[in-house]
């Protein structure tokens, strides 16, 4: 098993063809083929299907191909940290921010990067917590922003910020930030939510378990957007944390007050991965991301946030 079978293991599968596959590889088709033969000789079981539509992944395929991915990308990661640049951090980190938080942090953290750490290449992953924490786990992330975690034996959590949820609602509803809203009433709208088991809706689950109430959902979804883009339409109220919907509310295109009765907070960490080296240029972009972090709480980009080392928040 060398490098050259499991890159063409990995492009037929993603390509679907080997003729296709060929191509990407500037490769003539006999050497792929060769190649993909010669590693299921190797492992004693098919990889792939060949049928009608292609060349198709069997059980065994997708898992070859899912750790060949994992074994190319560490030789690039240990050829990045090696190269000769006497002064000069260098490597591949790979980032993951969450769904809210993108668009307030990714320009400024790439930005500070490229200029101040040419040699380090960032890579940078958005999604919710809990798709996060799992990369995370599965060694994709070398670092990662997360909620309501505290550290495991598996993971370092460095707290970092805490913030408070919103009610967030169609322009015509008049929320202002000055104005909070009870929880109670608005969880009596219509409410487009996070999907259940997903980290957000187990904070708003606690909420409003805390105030005795039954929600009225109408819509459970797993993208951020979705929810905006529903209440925008008029479905619905739904309920966000600031920093996810501050151009919104400053555009016009949503209005938002933070909770009340009860104050609905959510924690936000720096998640390490306790199994593995953090590398130089990992530590470096950790501690520019955490950088940035304090800078926007500090100039007020990041509404209604606390960092953890300027006082105290409730929390549900």
């Given at each position: 098993m060398d490098v050259k079978q499991l890159r063409a293991l990995i492009t037929v599968a993603e390509a679907g063809s080997v003729t296709r596959a060929a191509e990407l590889l500037h490769l003539v088709q006999p050497a792929v083929t060769r190649q993909i033969r010669t590693l299921e000789q190797e492992l004693g079981v098919a990889l792939f299907e060949r049928t009608r539509q292609g060349m198709q992944p069997t059980a065994a395929g997708m898992t070859m191909v899912e750790r060949a991915r994992r074994a190319l990308n560490e030789l690039e990661r240990a050829r990045a940290e090696i190269r000769p640049t006497p002064g000069v951090v260098t490597g591949i980190v790979t980032v993951g921010l969450l769904d809210s938080a993108s668009n307030l942090l990714a320009e400024p953290l790439a930005s500070a990067i490229i200029r101040d750490h040419p040699g380090i290449e960032l890579?940078?992953?958005?999604?919710?917590?809990?798709?996060?924490?799992?990369?995370?786990?599965?060694?994709?992330?070398?670092?990662?922003?997360?909620?309501?975690?505290?550290s495991t034996p598996s993971l370092n959590a460095e707290p970092l910020v805490r913030e408070k949820l919103w009610a967030v609602a169609p322009p015509s509803a008049g929320l202002r930030a000055e104005h909070p809203v009870p929880f109670e009433e608005a969880v009596s709208h219509p409410l487009v939510v996070p999907?259940?088991?997903?980290?957000?809706?187990?904070?708003?689950?606690?909420?409003?378990?805390?105030?005795?109430?039954?929600?009225?959902?109408?819509?459970?979804?797993?993208?951020?957007?979705?929810?905006?883009?529903?209440?925008?339409?008029?479905?619905?109220?739904?309920?966000?944390?600031g920093v996810g919907i501050a151009e919104d509310v400053a555009n016009g295109s949503l209005s938002a007050a933070p909770l009340c009765e009860p104050e609905v907070w959510r924690s936000i960490v720096l998640g390490t991965s306790r199994a593995g080296r953090v590398t130089p240029a990992a530590e470096v972009v950790a501690k520019e991301l955490s950088r940035q972090i304090h800078s926007a709480v500090r100039q007020g980009q990041w509404p209604s946030a606390q960092l953890y080392d300027e006082g105290p928040a409730k929390d549900v």
């Open positions: 890579r940078l992953l958005t999604a919710y917590s809990g798709h996060l924490q799992q990369w995370l786990d599965d060694g994709d992330l070398d670092l990662t922003l997360l909620y309501n975690l505290a999907a259940a088991g997903h980290g957000l809706r187990t904070v708003i689950d606690a909420a409003a378990a805390q105030a005795r109430v039954e929600m009225n959902l109408i819509v459970q979804t797993n993208s951020m957007h979705v929810q905006k883009q529903l209440v925008l339409a008029g479905h619905g109220w739904t309920i966000l944390p």
